[in-house]
């Protein structure tokens, strides 16, 4: 009231309206009108868009740059909102290569048609084709196993042999899980959907909901922790919490990890092998600089940069002439389920919905 | 204006809701009624313990005369500057397995206690401002007519105290209805964890705008509410004679109530969960320091130009609001609701409707592509939208200050609308614009998804790498830069609080 009672006598409204509006129009086009791409004659550069948050990338991408002089512009996304960003982006979006983490990401990317067609010999020899989109648009360059962790003084390990036992009875009120929204979770139901069909997978879910130790919270090392503490015996996380925790610098959780076992579930003859989901990249459908985008890519799944991720990141590589590193050799051969990848984007939301029906929050 | 100001604010929420009307098929969500209940619940039980903790440290600080009063008068405002995401993982830490306090903070009450603690220093500001403020006469004639310190507070001091209180309480449980990170990791539905999980988990984004958009009426309704208690009640006079006000002489047992509650608050909302993030820090090598400097550079950087551009926006709705014509102030009120939506509604949401007007105006020709400085502009857009309401309400209750007689004096000394504007309202109204520039330092230095979704590249900031670290499940990484965050908070914080201790009606002697 004070601004406008002394605005109302001095200037006409409209007159303020239309100063405060070319006030604003000024400011827009002082930041907007910037051009959107730098030209870059001298140094090469690649955007890359990336839902890992991990040193290692970071470390990847500096020897990436050390090789080819070919700079690395990295922005952290969280992975479920890549999609809604490169779509109101468009065709003037500045990334070059999109890096994520989960499988049926990449499949929803691919979908929306904002992935461009990899014509690479090297990604195609290097990479097994199951890890490499049906349709030539993404490669995986890392696998991350969903495996069963347990109490060693608690559970024998011959009792847990698939994924199917955590719906076992005998496990009553000893079983600790995340959230069901966690991606990780999805894929791994989704894969179920694929092989039993979303019935099954309900039946299944419903059991390990009745299982629960307490109610879904916190992520995967939590779940570890809460093993150590005692509150329960059982809990599905990824491969590389516990590897980390054992590594880690805090001396409580060297103790905690000391305490719980991991084993790959689904494993024997008739069994499906165990969950394994990936990190991919692709590159954009815009891409300002393709060249330099696929130059990193094929640099990911160089067998230089796929045993440093296993070494740094504890990651399982995927081209399989890759040398494991001691940690990963040590927890044994892992033999993966053979659902195809692209299953685990289809039928992602399915997933959720089952998640929902067996009260898995 | 103010509506046109308050139109701004909204609509990236309008967009959200435009969506969900234009919507095709949803599916029944089982999780619906739960998450209505969270999110309820949540507001009124975590809404409500802020606002009683609120309210009884501020009265004791601002009314009580007891050892550390001055200290904690500064101190209590200090999780203003906690995200309330980092609160939640430091007590994950200190009361999950393992942890040295084993009460299991999760869940519904969990997350209750979180919010409190998170959120009860919108309610402390607020009401010790308004304690702080209140005419020491009144109270001295009320005691002089034997009134009991209880009845004083009850029948003085509180009926005076009620709007600022009422607006705390709204800011409060607005950030309670926003929230996805506290509630996700401790394991609530909620309507916003329901917007993140229709959205992303099952692909169905007409469903999120849904839930979206019963959000934003939730804002709207709460604010309705908010309007409707704080009345037409105005509190006319109170002498300009500056006097310190009456603190009571707390006998033994009192002085250690008084004592026991400001220390154990502070205990459990500052001091033992960053203490525990110190601990965690102090694992890392020295070297982690180096790689903040530049996100605490880019931190303080966005967190100003968020203040410069949300303040004019703030300052207009809070005086629009403020206008003597009933119909313009309606216009003007309508105007500050719009902005309350975008602050009730989840940041990942106001970024997408901003991201979609901005595909709409690409699409028109209006702008190039949404990189560099557009990105810029548009989470400049996402701030403003956020903030602008938690802005207006310290300016719109440092106007209320400004009585209505002291312009009519003014005017019969034949000032004109300049001068009354120059002389009279901007000094008394100048404090509460300081502490609304801060609140939104603070609030956009703490801010996450929009952040995350907008800002352009190698441009990380304080929350974005926090937020990374400990997504990955590495805290001990974390623990630096969300402690960054609170330390850059801390000075705005401090010198908000001393503002508003100062922000006495009248002149000192």
């Known amino acids: 009231m004070l601004l406008l009672s002394l605005s109302r006598r001095r200037v006409s409204r409209g007159g303020l309206a239309v100063g405060l509006l070319s006030a604003c129009g000024l400011l827009l086009a002082a930041c907007g009108g910037a051009p959107p791409r730098e030209p870059d004659e001298t140094q090469r550069v690649v955007n890359v868009y990336t839902s890992r948050h991990y040193d290692a990338d970071q470390r990847l991408y500096a020897l990436f740059t050390a090789r080819t002089g070919i700079e690395v512009r990295?922005?952290?996304?969280?992975?479920?909102e890549l999609l809604a960003l490169l779509q109101a982006e468009g065709d003037q979006s500045p990334a070059d290569l999109i890096v994520t983490v989960d499988a049926g990401n990449l499949y929803r990317l691919q979908e929306a048609g904002l992935l461009a067609p990899l014509a690479s010999a090297a990604i195609a020899d290097a990479v097994?084709?199951?890890?490499?989109?049906?349709?030539?648009?993404?490669?995986?360059?890392?696998?991350?196993?969903?495996?069963?962790?347990?109490?060693?003084?608690?559970?024998?390990?011959?009792?847990?042999?698939?994924?199917?036992?955590?719906?076992?009875?005998?496990?009553?009120?000893?079983?600790?899980?995340?959230?069901?929204?966690?991606?990780?979770?999805l894929s791994m139901l989704a894969a179920r959907i694929e092989r039993h069909g979303p019935d099954a997978a309900l039946v299944w879910a419903q059991g390990v909901v009745a299982n629960f130790a307490r109610a879904p919270r916190g992520g995967d090392t939590d779940q570890l922790k809460a093993i150590a503490a005692g509150e329960c015996d059982l809990a599905i996380v990824n491969h590389y919490y516990l590897l980390r925790m054992q590594r880690s610098e805090d001396p409580a959780e060297r103790e905690a990890a000391a305490l719980i076992g991991m084993t790959f579930p689904d494993q024997g003859p008739n069994q499906p092998g165990a969950h394994v989901n990936i990190s991919g990249a692709g590159v954009a459908a815009h891409a300002p600089h393709p060249a330099e985008a696929q130059a990193l890519l094929e640099f990911l799944v160089s067998t230089e940069a796929q045993s440093l991720l296993a070494e740094l990141n504890e990651e399982f590589p995927v081209r399989p002439d890759a040398p494991l590193p001691e940690a990963l050799a040590a927890i044994g051969p892992l033999r993966e389920e053979t659902t195809p990848l692209s299953a685990l984007g289809q039928h992602q939301a399915e997933a959720a919905r089952v998640f929902e029906a067996a009260g898995w929050p | 204006m103010g509506a046109l100001a308050g139109l701004v604010c909204a609509a990236p929420a309008v967009l959200v809701i435009a969506g969900a009307l234009s919507s095709g098929p949803t599916s029944p969500l089982p999780f619906f009624w739960a998450s209505v209940a969270g999110s309820f619940g949540l507001a009124v039980v975590g809404g409500g313990f802020a606002a009683l903790l609120g309210v009884i440290s501020a009265w004791l600080v601002a009314m009580c005369a007891f050892p550390g009063r001055r200290f904690f008068s500064w101190a209590l405002v200090l999780p203003l500057a906690a995200p309330g995401y980092v609160l939640a993982y430091a007590y994950a830490a200190l009361t999950w397995a393992g942890g040295p306090a084993p009460l299991s903070v999760s869940g519904f009450w969990g997350a209750a206690w979180i919010y409190a603690l998170a959120f009860y220093p919108y309610v402390y500001l607020a009401a010790r401002a308004a304690f702080a403020s209140q005419s020491a006469c009144a109270l001295e004639a009320a005691r002089s007519?034997?009134?009991?310190?209880?009845?004083m507070a009850l029948k003085v001091a509180a009926p005076s105290a009620w709007p600022g209180v009422a607006a705390g309480t709204a800011l409060a449980v607005m950030e309670i209805l926003a929230d996805f990170g506290v509630a996700q990791y401790l394991g609530v539905s909620t309507l916003t964890t329901g917007v993140f999980r229709a959205w992303f988990s099952k692909a169905e984004?007409?469903?999120?705008?849904?839930?979206?958009?019963?959000?934003?009426?939730?804002?709207?309704?709460?604010?309705?509410v908010e309007r409707l208690l704080r009345g037409r009640r105005g509190f006319a006079g109170g002498s300009a004679r500056w006097r310190p006000l009456p603190r009571y002489r707390l006998g033994a047992f009192w002085t250690a109530v008084a004592f026991l509650f400001c220390a154990g608050l502070l205990t459990l909302a500052v001091i033992a969960p960053l203490g525990w993030l110190i601990r965690l820090a102090a694992l890392r090598p020295l070297s982690d320091l180096a790689l903040l400097a530049e996100p605490l550079g880019n931190a303080l950087i966005l967190a100003g130009a968020a203040a410069l551009v949300t303040l004019p926006l703030a300052a207009i709705l809070a005086a629009a609001a403020r206008q003597p014509d009933p119909l313009r102030a309606r216009l003007g009120q309508g105007g500050l609701f719009l902005a309350g939506m975008g602050y009730a509604a989840p940041g990942a949401v106001i970024a997408l409707g901003?991201?979609?007007?901005?595909?709409?105006?690409?699409?028109?020709?209006?702008?190039?592509?949404?990189?560099?400085?557009?990105?810029?502009?548009?989470?400049?857009?996402?701030?403003?939208?956020r903030f602008a309401a938690p802005g207006a309400q310290p300016i719109e209750a440092g106007l209320s200050r400004v009585s209505a007689s002291l312009g009519f004096a003014a005017r019969t000394l034949g000032a004109g609308p300049v001068r009354r504007f120059w002389a009279v309202d901007a000094p008394i109204a100048a404090p509460s614009v300081l502490a609304a520039a801060l609140i939104v330092f603070v609030e956009a230095l703490k801010e996450l998804p929009a952040t995350l979704i907008l800002r352009p590249f190698n441009f990380d900031t304080l929350a974005v790498r926090a937020y990374a670290y400990a997504s990955d499940e590495r805290l001990t990484q974390a623990a630096a830069p969300a402690l960054l965050i609170v330390l850059a908070g801390l000075l705005p914080t401090l010198l908000l609080s001393s503002r508003i201790e100062r922000a006495r009606a009248g002149r000192r002697p």
């Not at chain 1, 890890?131 to 608690?154: C, E, H, K, M, Q």
């Not at chain 2, 007519?145 to 009845?151: D, E, F, Q, V």
């Not at chain 2, 984004?205 to 309705?224: F, H, Y």
């Open chain 1, 74 to 80: 990295t922005q952290e996304k969280r992975g479920e």
């Open chain 1, 128 to 185: 097994d084709a199951r890890y490499r989109d049906p349709n030539g648009r993404w490669t995986g360059f890392s696998r991350r196993a969903r495996v069963i962790a347990y109490r060693l003084d608690a559970v024998d390990p011959s009792s847990i042999t698939s994924m199917d036992d955590l719906a076992n009875q005998a496990f009553r009120g000893r079983v600790c899980a995340r959230s069901s929204t966690n991606i990780y979770n």
């Open chain 2, 145 to 151: 007519l034997g009134a009991s310190p209880l009845a």
């Open chain 2, 205 to 224: 984004p007409q469903t999120a705008l849904q839930l979206a958009s019963l959000l934003l009426t939730a804002a709207v309704g709460l604010l309705v």
């Open chain 2, 354 to 385: 901003a991201l979609a007007a901005f595909a709409a105006a690409r699409e028109a020709g209006l702008v190039g592509g949404l990189s560099g400085a557009t990105a810029f502009a548009a989470l400049l857009w996402t701030y403003a939208a």
